[in-house]
């Protein structure tokens, strides 16, 4: 599974938790913190790829 397929089921966790158990919910914080390390951890990335010079 690739980190954008993590991200999304993550975040479809998170709204179903975010439904079901509310928002505040201890669960609920613990996901989206898990969902905010996986989004850093793809904007690293992002920002790695944009970092690398082109070599011909």
């Known amino acids: 599974m690739d980190l954008l397929e993590l991200i999304n089921k993550k975040r479809d966790q ?7 158990r ?3 919910d201890k669960e609920t914080i613990k996901c989206s913190q898990s969902l905010d ?10 920002a790695t790829k944009k970092l690398t010079p082109f070599v011909s």
């Open 14 to 20: 998170m709204i179903n938790l975010g439904l079901t």
């Open 22 to 24: 509310g928002l505040t």
């Open 37 to 46: 390390e996986l989004l850093n951890i793809y904007r690293k990335q992002q």
